[in-house]
């Protein structure tokens, strides 16, 4: 009886390892925290984006960064499906 009362005493006052339960404590808390900071950052980024997208169709310009003022080289008159060229003969779409 005299051995459990001093293995008892003996496992009471180790501190060796404690660190480590403490931190497997807070590790699962701190990663869910960082989690869902990332997800409300991202979840403002979609609705900023969506809400871009839904006013600039609204206003009628297509949705397009450019007001829908772009067009392909195909659907200009006169340009038969043909890139436009530049005097020395390169594509000028690639400029």
Do not use: C, K
Not at 13 to 36: H, K, N, Q, W
Not at 75 to 81: D, F, L, N
Not at 82 to 95: C, E, H, K
């Amino acid at each position: 009886m005299t051995s459990l009362w001093v293995t008892s005493a003996t496992l009471r006052d180790d501190t060796r390892g404690a660190t480590i339960v403490e931190f497997a404590i807070i590790v699962p808390v701190l990663i869910a925290l960082l989690l869902s900071i990332l997800e409300v950052g991202y979840r403002g980024y979609v609705t900023a984006v969506v809400q871009g997208a839904l006013s600039s169709v609204a206003a009628g310009d297509g949705g397009q960064p450019d007001g829908g003022q772009r067009r392909r080289h195909d659907q200009i008159p006169g340009s038969a499906g043909r890139p436009r060229q530049i005097r020395d003969g390169r594509d000028a779409s690639l400029l």
